[in-house]
Each structure stands twice: as C-alpha cells, then as structure tokens.
C-alpha cells in the first residue's frame, strides 16, 4: 500500500493541517516508508513462533514483577460523590446522550 498526494492532502484536511508543498512531499515519503516497513514484516514467516511476555525475553529469562493485590485505601465512596451533581445507590447517574 502507498499514498498519493491526494491522500496526504485529505488527511491534511481532516487533521485540519496546513502543510507547505515540501512539508507534504516530506510527509508522504516517511508515511510511505512506514507502510513499506509494514509490508517487509508481513512478508515474514512466523508460523510457530511462541509471542514475547515482554521484548527482552529474546535475550534473557525474565520475571515480571507483579505485586499483591491488595487494597491499600479504605472506602471513600460517599466522599467523593458528596459534590456530584446525581448519585443513586452508589454509583453516579449522568443525562442519556445516547438514543
């Protein structure tokens, strides 16, 4: 996949960017060497390769280091609604945006 001038003007347009004629040149040879790096990655075969936990795994074992899951505060529920406009039952009631 590759951009066109056109491309780029549009999306300039809904950015609602103003770019100078070699700013947009500059920009559609960099978003086109992305898409170049992205087609390169497709076109490896990576049948049978178990994904990472974390990027350094390649080369050393790693532990993630999770802590506890434990509460750390107390419950400050009705404290922090008290300045809310609608609370009910616990939780914050908001106006329907949504039909």
């Known amino acids: 996949m590759s951009l066109n001038s056109e491309d780029i003007e549009r ?7 103003e770019l100078k004629p070699l700013e947009r040149e500059r920009l559609l040879a960099q978003i086109n060497g992305f898409f170049d790096i992205v087609e ?3 076109a490896v075969d990576t049948k049978g390769v ?3 936990t974390h990027p350094v795994a390649a080369l050393m074992d790693v532990h993630l280091r999770l802590r506890e899951d434990a509460v750390s505060e107390t419950n400050q529920r009705e ?3 008290q300045s809310a406009p609608a609370v009910e ?7 329907k945006v949504i039909e």
Do not use: D, S, T
């Not at 039952?89 to 106006?95: A, D, K, Q």
């Open 11 to 17: 999306i300039a347009h809904l950015a609602r960017l």
């Open 50 to 52: 178990e994904p990472l």
């Open 89 to 95: 039952r616990g939780l914050f009631l908001v106006p």
């Open 79 to 81: 404290a922090n609604q």
């Open 40 to 42: 390169q990655m497709r």
